[in-house]
């Protein structure tokens, strides 16, 4: 039962805690600003998505971040400290602000405990310079925010880490205690996920005639080489009669496509929440992980008809250029900032439930002093998002896109004290507003594209999302 074990669990360690307030009072009090303090914990490893569930309505901010068949899951939970970045120079000045924070904090973490120590929540918008709608209000275009109570697990060890913020003249006891208390109050019975509603009307944002005249006139300029590439998205929306079951949704996302990044930012009243095949960069250990992922087909209902299109997609010469560029960018931008930059020479299938992608993963080791945000910038947008060359493609989507991307398709992951972190790229998602729903997949497009198919793959990346809200074909 999560909300006794978990409770339990921070009501023994806050006098450790109580200590490590009163430490980063006095260190506050030196240096005459608020220092963090972050104390973790180990406990049984009950579910974060149960908590996630629990605290419904009981805060403001809400992440979820999980990697199904890693056994990884986290919840964190409020703020203790968070920074609005704006405009192209957000992930320099989000990381500035981070590294100021943790560089007097008062840190008590086993580093052999998941996600131990302060944990930062992070999400950008795809394109800084897009025309804005409203829709993304309480999504700024970068955010990073460190929760006030982190639960985590991999596996079956987990952690609990409370963070805060300790002024020169905070008092710092009962500051654990408290949160002990607050986390024990929100843990209510025992969570299951309902099912959702089934077959909610799909209601267009765009006829999907207009995004197919979209997407010719996208390859008309692709045909006249005015660029290379370039990814178009749509937005599908669903209304329910009820508010949306945001964890339920999840549960639903991770039992599904279990090789995915399963993710939820919930600010105020909004959630945004996805299942992502793509990886955009991660940092353990020195070692940079980021992902190819670009070029597309449908899986087989049999095991043959699966191979014969898996094949036939491995050897699609439009498939491959479309890869072949985002590779291409993905070893030049990491080239500048890692020792060394491996990636295999042709790519190989990824497949996930009903969709299966060409994927070439590109490795390297970090050059001093970086952090995993220094790779996000230097990464998005991919090829597999925005296009080649990228200002034109961006341009291109501004001008033609007809939507407010938000969030979709930018960086959105975690990143910790040291700098180290994991990025996704935000697809197969949605942002969800109580009763109302707008889910968003692109698709990639070079001259040889065919508007109608690209239509029908941008209905199997709108798959996992209308599932997980159930939202009828
Ligand atoms: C832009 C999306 O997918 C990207 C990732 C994999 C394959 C893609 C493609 O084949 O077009 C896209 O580049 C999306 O899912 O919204």
């Not at 990697?67 to 409020?78: D, E, F, H, R």
């Not at 996000?376 to 033609?400: C, M, Q, S, Y």
Request: with cysteine; hydrophobic share 45%; net charge neutral.
């Amino acid at each position: 039962m999560i909300h006794v074990r978990v409770a339990t669990a921070a009501l023994r360690h806050v006098r450790r805690m109580e200590e490590m307030a009163e430490l980063a009072r006095q260190r506050a009090r030196q240096l005459g600003r608020p220092v963090l303090v972050s104390v973790s914990a180990p406990v049984s490893p009950d579910d974060p998505l149960a908590l996630f569930a629990r605290a419904v309505g009981a805060t403001h901010n809400r992440f979820f971040w999980s990697q199904p068949s890693q056994g990884l899951a986290v919840t964190g939970l409020g703020a203790a400290w968070e920074i609005a970045a704006s405009g192209e120079g957000r992930f320099v000045s989000a990381a500035a602000a981070w590294r100021d924070l943790v560089a007097h904090a008062c840190i008590d973490a086993d580093p052999n405990l998941p996600f131990a120590g302060p944990v930062a929540a992070a999400g950008f918008a795809f394109d800084p310079l897009r025309p804005t709608s409203g829709l993304w209000a309480d999504f700024p275009d970068g955010l990073l925010f460190l929760p006030r109570m982190i639960l985590a697990r991999q596996g079956d060890v987990a952690s609990l880490t409370f963070n805060g913020l300790v002024g020169p003249e905070t008092s710092s006891v009962n500051l654990y205690l408290s949160a002990a208390r607050r986390l024990r109050d929100l843990l209510g019975g025992p969570w299951r996920a309902a099912h959702p509603a089934e077959a909610l009307p799909v209601e267009e944002a765009l006829p999907a005639s207009t995004w197919r005249t979209i997407v010719a006139e996208a390859v008309a300029d692709l045909r006249a080489a005015k660029m290379e590439k370039v990814v178009l998205a749509r937005e599908v929306r669903l209304q329910s009669a009820q508010d949306f079951d945001i964890p339920a949704a999840l549960e639903r996302l991770r039992n599904e496509y279990p090789d995915t990044f399963v993710f939820a930012v919930a600010r105020g009243g909004r959630a945004f929440l996805g299942a992502s095949p793509e990886r955009l960069v991660s940092l353990r250990g020195g070692v940079v992980a980021a992902s190819g992922l670009a070029g597309s087909m449908a899986r087989g209902a049999t095991p043959d008809e699966d191979a014969r299109l898996g094949a036939a997609l491995l050897n699609s010469e439009k498939d491959r250029r479309e890869h072949a560029l985002v590779v291409t960018m993905i070893r030049s931008a990491l080239g500048n900032l890692c020792s060394h930059v491996e990636a295999p020479s042709e790519p190989v299938l990824m497949k996930v439930r009903n969709i299966q992608h060409l994927f070439t993963p590109v490795t390297g080791r970090i050059a001093g002093g970086r952090s995993v945000l220094d790779l996000v910038a230097a990464l998005h947008p991919t090829p597999a998002v925005g296009g080649k060359p990228n200002d034109v493609a961006l341009e291109w989507i501004r001008a033609n896109e007809r939507m407010d991307r938000g969030w979709y398709a930018g960086p959105v992951g975690w990143l910790d004290a040291r700098g180290e972190g994991e990025f996704a790229v935000a697809l197969r998602s949605a942002l969800v507003s109580k009763r109302e729903a707008a889910l968003f997949a692109g698709c990639g497009i070079v001259s040889g594209s065919d508007p109608a198919r690209e239509e029908q793959e941008s209905q199997l990346k709108l798959r996992p999302m209308l599932s997980a809200l159930g939202g009828g074909a």
